[in-house]
């Protein structure tokens, strides 16, 4: 049962039974199944809607099946843009790849801004009961002093910042790959899992509208009158409204990942670009914007002291491919199922061994995977290689649509073809760290 009230200080309490920091996709999904259960959930999020995030905007047939299941209308009619599969560039050669016919994922994938993505998902929340605060920047855990355990949140409210303290035995830390709050619970970022970083901006287009996502693998340098191979991949997705989201991804595995001013890289691969694309200063409609891309795992424990990490906070995106947003709703969806089962125990000890097994599930679910995904890195991160699986990878499609399997992640985990037993295997052997 939530219950607010005001203490003599002026600060306004409110309690509930899971607190969840952060309305991104994590947070918005987990907030979602809490509240679909029938708890008191406080979702929390330090800006206020409509909100840009850097992102391509590019979703996969992963993230489609978790809309879907949320129950969000992902029809052409209600401003989504659908697409059949991944086109791939490199080595002289333009490869189009359809997503696979799967039983457990949709055959199509998606397009949609983040600004409004996001919002979408937080609202979806709402109308299953969850209590949403904007501009609401949560500064810091509450601990109980005998346990060390979390069971609170204090936080700014509103214009005013007004001093508020959420209270809760759960919270959810969903605040993205900075994650303050898992910070201040002394969870660090492990340096032997990789980071990639991500740049991206919009053009005014005549490519605004297609059926393929667009990945080139090759990222050519060419200022100072030379061509250069870069490590990394560039994308081009359209966005349906006029313009095209043109950005580029980069793996800390690289030596150049810090030598490089990765903005001016970017407009350098704009620029060789085809003039009628577009993809011109004067076109651009958005500044040039980055974040970071936290994979494999690479802030654990996911669970600990009564604090559950989702989405980036828990280093969740996928090292194949740099895709985030489907595995933020997965493990959303993941906790709160935990949840739901820890708070219906009738004894402090029966939740609590629930809550123990969260991170368990997520590395039955991804861990074989991402340790695959982390050999994968290292790999590409030598630009020669990266170059030399373009030139003669791409002229070989079944073993290219073999890859479009394992880099998006997308089998039938029983059954399927042989590509699906043989991805699914490699998982399964895989340690699952």
């Not at 009738?346 to 991170?359: I, W």
Request: with cysteine; aromatic share 8%.
């Amino acid at each position: 049962m939530s219950d607010t009230a005001i203490d003599l200080s002026g600060t306004v309490e409110s309690t509930a039974d899971v607190i969840v920091v952060g309305a991104g996709p994590a947070g918005a999904t987990t907030a979602y199944y809490l509240a679909q259960a029938g708890l008191d959930v406080l979702l929390l999020e330090k800006t206020a809607f409509p909100r840009e995030k850097v992102c391509g905007d590019g979703l996969t047939p992963r993230a489609t099946k978790q809309l879907v299941d949320m129950g969000i209308d992902v029809s052409t009619e209600n401003g989504w843009l659908h697409n059949k599969g991944l086109r791939i560039i490199g080595g002289g050669v333009r490869l189009e790849l359809d997503w696979p016919e799967l039983a457990s994922f949709p055959d199509y994938g998606l397009v949609r801004k983040r600004a409004d993505f996001d919002e979408l998902l937080a609202r979806q929340a709402e109308k299953a009961g969850a209590r949403l605060f904007e501009q609401c920047n949560v500064t810091g855990p509450v601990l109980d002093e005998r346990s060390g355990r979390i069971t609170g949140v204090t936080a700014r409210l509103g214009d005013e910042k007004r001093a508020v303290v959420f209270k809760a035995p759960l919270v959810v830390a969903a605040d993205g790959n900075s994650t303050r709050l898992s910070v201040a619970m002394g969870l660090h970022r492990r340096e032997d899992r990789p980071m990639g970083v991500a740049y991206r901006t919009y053009f005014t287009s005549p490519r605004h509208s297609d059926d393929y996502l667009e990945s080139w693998l090759e990222l050519w340098d060419t200022r100072g009158g030379q061509r250069k191979l870069l490590p990394g991949y560039g994308w081009i997705f359209g966005m349906g409204d006029g313009t095209s989201n043109v950005g580029l991804g980069i793996l800390d595995s690289s030596p150049a990942f810090g030598d490089l001013n990765w903005r001016e890289v970017l407009k350098s691969w704009c620029a060789s670009m085809p003039e009628e694309w577009g993809y011109t200063p004067e076109n651009m409609t958005d500044p040039i914007r980055g974040a970071a891309l936290p994979m494999a795992f690479n802030r654990q424990p996911h669970y600990t002291r009564g604090l559950l990490l989702v989405g980036d906070a828990g280093g969740m995106v996928n090292p194949f491919n740099g895709e985030g947003i489907a595995y933020a709703m997965e493990s959303g969806q993941i906790a709160a199922g935990v949840v739901v089962q820890a708070m219906a125990r009738v004894t402090d000890a029966g939740r609590e061994r629930a809550l123990q097994r969260y991170p368990q599930i997520l590395k039955d679910v991804y861990g074989g995977y991402y340790t695959l995904g982390r050999a994968f890195v290292k790999l590409l991160g030598n630009p020669k290689i990266m170059q030399m699986a373009a030139e003669r990878g791409l002229t070989h499609p079944i073993l290219m649509k073999f890859l479009l399997k394992l880099l998006a992640n997308l089998t039938d985990p029983q059954g399927g073809d042989a590509m699906d037993r043989i991805i699914n295997g490699l998982t399964k052997v895989a340690p699952n760290a």
